[in-house]
């Protein structure tokens, strides 16, 4: 019974990603042949190296409860990525391991937000970021942006979005689900305005940083002198190493950040699982050169996906510079009756292409963007053919 259950669980939205992967696997339990786009998971296994270092952490009797905020040696791995990739320098009590980027984000908003202080989120946005802020009684105060500005919130849009009760700014760079990315010049203009208002705490989610297809360097807000300090970076190791289920994230933060997730993270899920924690410090002290073979393959998945969804009368994409997704403007369809179903939104668009087409996408509305569906190009070629040939079909 609802009434019995509180009024934060009651106001929560499901993932809507998680969701509509759930609907798919029930269609096929009832023996539809679904074509799955709609999960942000890479399709290729967590690389031998990786594996052999979880398999040696269990041959070496690693069991035991682990540091709430990661192992030494992960935390010095993590510190040496950041200097490495991202010419941030971080020590160890401001680095925080958690179980999943998912959960580095969390922990953060429960840490800075009190009821009422607002967030900035560039629309659209990942799924999960407004109802995090709502679960630490923040208010997501979202800024739309269009296809036509490659989704990217303007300086004078922030501005135009800061109250006297900003608390924060979160956005995503290669964004989930555009794949935009901000250059380094249009980060440091988003710095300038930031400027003025000292108290505004930035998240910055670069979860697919290494998922970037060479258009534009990948940039950190944490970078800037004058940001470093109220800058909180959070990556992972699910999307460029194919770890989703290893459940890795960490964040490099200001100390009094780092401190107040460490004290959260200790009464929620202490730390996070031990052998994960052994094979990601391979996976960061090695070359990111060794996982460019899963970019290069994304790489062509998205030229054949955009050249097909292109060939879709009503489909306008922008060209992503990084992650695996496509985020196709759909409105042409809105209003329009298909195979006596009438199309009203982005989510009634999704529900009839899992439906009509059998293949699962997520809707705009989940995102923040009510305009478009997201598609995720984590599949394999022959997957990502057949399944605009189903969409177009039942479009047509």
């Not at 195979?339 to 705009?364: P, Q, R, W």
């Amino acid at each position: 019974m609802s009434n019995q259950l509180s009024d934060r669980i009651n106001s929560l939205t499901p993932s809507a990603t998680l969701e509509m992967a759930a609907k798919a696997r029930e269609l096929r339990a009832a023996g539809k042949d679904i074509i799955g786009l709609s999960l942000g998971e890479p399709d290729f296994n967590t690389p031998d190296y990786i594996k052999e270092a979880a398999i040696r952490a269990i041959n070496e009797d690693y069991n035991s409860y682990t540091p709430v905020d990661g192992y030494v040696e992960l935390k010095n791995a993590i510190i040496t990525k950041f200097k490495r990739d991202n010419g941030l320098t971080y020590e160890a009590p401001q680095i925080v391991v958690s179980t999943g980027a998912k959960q580095s984000l969390y922990n953060v908003a429960q840490s800075v937000l009190n009821k009422g202080d607002e967030v900035i989120l560039p629309c659209p946005y990942w799924v999960s970021y407004a109802d995090i802020v709502k679960l630490a009684d923040g208010v997501p105060v979202e800024v739309p942006t269009s296809l036509e500005n490659d989704f990217k919130m303007t300086p004078e849009q922030l501005e135009a979005a800061i109250t006297p009760k900003t608390k924060m700014l979160w956005y995503s760079s290669p964004c989930n689900p555009s794949g935009s990315i901000y250059s380094k010049k249009e980060l440091r203009a988003l710095a300038d305005v930031l400027q003025k208002y000292p108290d505004i705490v930035v998240v910055s989610d670069e979860i697919y940083e290494h998922i970037n297809y060479g258009v534009t360097e990948h940039a950190s807000m944490a970078e800037f002198a004058d940001m470093y300090d109220r800058t909180v970076t959070v990556n992972g190791v699910a999307k460029a190493f194919a770890m989703t289920g290893w459940r890795i994230g960490y964040i490099g933060a200001p100390a009094y950040i780092a401190r107040a997730c460490n004290k959260l993270q200790g009464q929620v899920t202490s730390g996070a699982n031990c052998i994960a924690q052994r094979a990601v410090i391979t996976a960061l002290e090695e070359s990111p050169e060794r996982i460019k073979y899963m970019v290069d393959e994304f790489k062509e998945r998205r030229k054949l996906i955009l050249g097909l969804l292109n060939e879709i009368d009503g489909f306008k994409c922008n060209e992503p510079e990084g992650a695996f997704y496509v985020y196709p403007d759909v409105t042409a369809y809105f209003g329009k009756t298909l195979n006596g179903v009438k199309i009203n939104n982005a989510s009634d668009f999704a529900m009839y292409l899992l439906e009509h087409a059998n293949v699962a996408t997520v809707t705009g509305d989940a995102f923040g963007n009510g305009n478009c569906i997201r598609i995720s190009y984590a599949a394999s070629v022959k997957e990502i053919e057949e399944a605009v040939k189903r969409i177009k079909a039942s479009l047509s």
